[in-house]
Nanobody
Framework: QVQLVEAGGGLVQAGGSLTLSCAASGRIFSINAMAWYRQAPGKQRELVAAITSGGSTNYADSVKDRFTISRDNAKNTVYLQMNSLKPEDAAVYYC???????????????WGQGTQVTVSS
């Protein structure tokens, strides 16, 4: 009933930039926090950046001053602008959103399918 579809991953040289997007669709009453996570091979999934419905943001220390998370509430879409990419940023990036499907229901976390980001040195 709810889908998160990510786009924008790919191959980039170190120092380059990429912008990821994630659009939520389906039966949606409201979306609370939205976030980006990443998982590199052999490592645990980690939070990269998060943004509340009001626009407050927080970032992992490793990406501060390089990545910017933003959202368009009218489009139910969250973005991740990634600048000055490093080889250690390479991972599968996952979108996450806390979604209420009805006014009387609580929020439930949904995940996107993931998009690969590869950074060549």
């Amino acid at each position: 009933q709810v889908q998160l579809v990510e786009a924008g991953g790919g191959l980039v040289q170190a120092g380059g930039s990429l912008t990821l997007s994630c659009a939520a669709s389906g039966r949606i009453f409201s979306i609370n926090a939205m976030a980006w996570y990443r998982q590199a091979p052999g490592k645990q999934r980690e939070l990269v950046a998060a943004i509340t419905s009001g626009g407050s943001t927080n970032y992992a220390d490793s990406v501060k001053d390089r990545f910017t998370i933003s959202r368009d509430n009218a489009k139910n879409t969250v973005y991740l602008q990634m600048n000055s990419l490093k080889p250690e940023d390479a991972a599968v990036y996952y979108c996450n959103a806390d979604i209420r499907q009805r006014y009387y229901s609580g929020s439930v976390p949904y995940w996107g399918q993931g998009t690969q980001v590869t950074v060549s040195s």
